[in-house]
Nanobody, 123 residues
Framework: HVQLVESGGGSVEAGGSLRLSCTVS????????MAWFRQAPGKEREGVAS???????TYADSVKGRFTIFKDNAKNTLYLQMNSLKPEDTAMYYC?????????????????WGQGTQVTVSA
């Protein structure tokens, strides 16, 4: 049984930083494609960042240069380092695992999902 658990969310002022974590269990290895998505109230879930089995990364234009996705395979943990946070980054953040093909920042491209962690950025 595959389980993804996010943590590290919270409330910060604009310009601040947060590091989100996603602990993975039930997968044979961490050598799979993973991604972070987010969903703000009243909006559809959108892709934020992805990392493939070789460590190659993809970012949404809205976070490029501010966010970094990386993983620690030994700890079975995926991270999202978020710097220079803006109020528009406020959302529930979800991690996803196992790419099914297609756009790496598309919701339907991933098989497994966590329950989310809330990020709130004040002006």
């Amino acid at each position: 049984h595959v389980q993804l658990v996010e943590s590290g969310g919270g409330s910060v002022e604009a310009g601040g930083s947060l590091r989100l974590s996603c602990t993975v269990s039930g997968l044979p290895s961490m050598s799979v494609s993973m991604a972070w998505f987010r969903q703000a109230p009243g909006k559809e879930r959108e892709g934020v960042a992805s990392i493939d089995s070789a460590g190659r990364t993809t970012y949404a234009d809205s976070v490029k240069g501010r966010f970094t996705i990386f993983k620690d395979n030994a700890k079975n943990t995926l991270y999202l380092q978020m710097n220079s946070l803006k109020p528009e980054d406020t959302a529930m953040y979800y991690c996803a695992a196992v790419w099914l093909g297609g756009d790496r920042l598309r919701l339907a491209s991933y098989k497994y999902w966590g329950q989310g962690t809330q990020v709130t950025v004040s002006a």
